[in-house]
């Protein structure tokens, strides 16, 4: 037997693909307040401020900004400030952000609805309410992550408009669209975004054992589908370390996507 140890890492579970294809909404961010909602986004942020994006500002989830990563639902050890509302409004407003929100509905133009499904008169289910969604994205970067991609989330149309899509902000003219952008759509089937001439969605790539058929199948309008469609880059050895021991090793990943 050699000295070298050549153990590896098991193979990355659709929920770790999921996290760093989350990360990789941050990459070259820069000095900007990354804001996730759900846990693999969370982890996602913290991966990136681990590895390629070290100048990511990061919350305790609250008022304070943390300069250490702790690991998910830990509390943490290094607090560079406090970040009271007023300030947070500010970054908002300055385009300093990166939010990446959930989406109860969400269509091909990326208009988002969290607030209600049916009429709204008369609503089936009442959910979260519009909350800050059109500030979000008429002034930072909005992206979106769908921790299950079906037909009932990526609709024709959503119910209500709260989070403004590519189509409502040209509509409103410049000074919705100077802002306006919303890089990235994660799911637990791949990533999507809106680089196409009319925009409208389009995948980008698939996460290794999905096909375009069964997005196709999940998804209820026509996505833009390129010749080509690559599989969501791999986890490094050191990525999934990270992800595994420090950033969440109690595993919450897999509650929310699971293997």
Known sequence: ????????????????????????????????????????????????RLTFSPDLLLTDGEA??????????????????????????????TGRRHVMMGASQIDRYGNQNISCVGDWARPKRQLLGV??????????????????????VFVERVDMVCGVGYDRAAAAGPAVTRYHRVPDVVSD????????????????????????????????????????????????VEELRLIREEIDPKGLRDREVPS
């Open 1 to 48: 037997m050699s000295g070298t140890d050549t153990t590896t890492a098991p193979a990355a579970t659709r929920a770790e693909y999921c996290v760093v294809a989350c990360a990789e909404a941050w990459r070259g961010a820069g000095e900007v307040l990354a804001s996730p909602m759900g846990t693999v986004p969370m982890i996602g942020a913290r991966l990136a």
């Open 64 to 93: 304070l900004l943390i300069g250490d990563v702790p690991a998910v639902g830990a509390a943490p050890r290094v607090v560079e400030g406090w970040l009271p509302y007023r300030q947070h409004l500010a970054l908002v407003t």
């Open 131 to 152: 909350r800050g969604a059109p500030v979000n994205t008429l002034n930072n970067p909005t992206s979106y992550w769908v921790p299950k991609h079906s037909t009932r």
């Open 189 to 236: 089937l791949g990533v999507f975004d809106f680089e196409t001439p009319d925009r409208t969605m389009r995948v980008r790539s698939l996460h290794p054992g999905v096909t375009v058929e069964q997005v196709r199948e999940a998804t209820g309008f026509a996505l833009t589908v390129p010749e080509e469609v690559p599989y969501t880059r791999e986890p490094t």
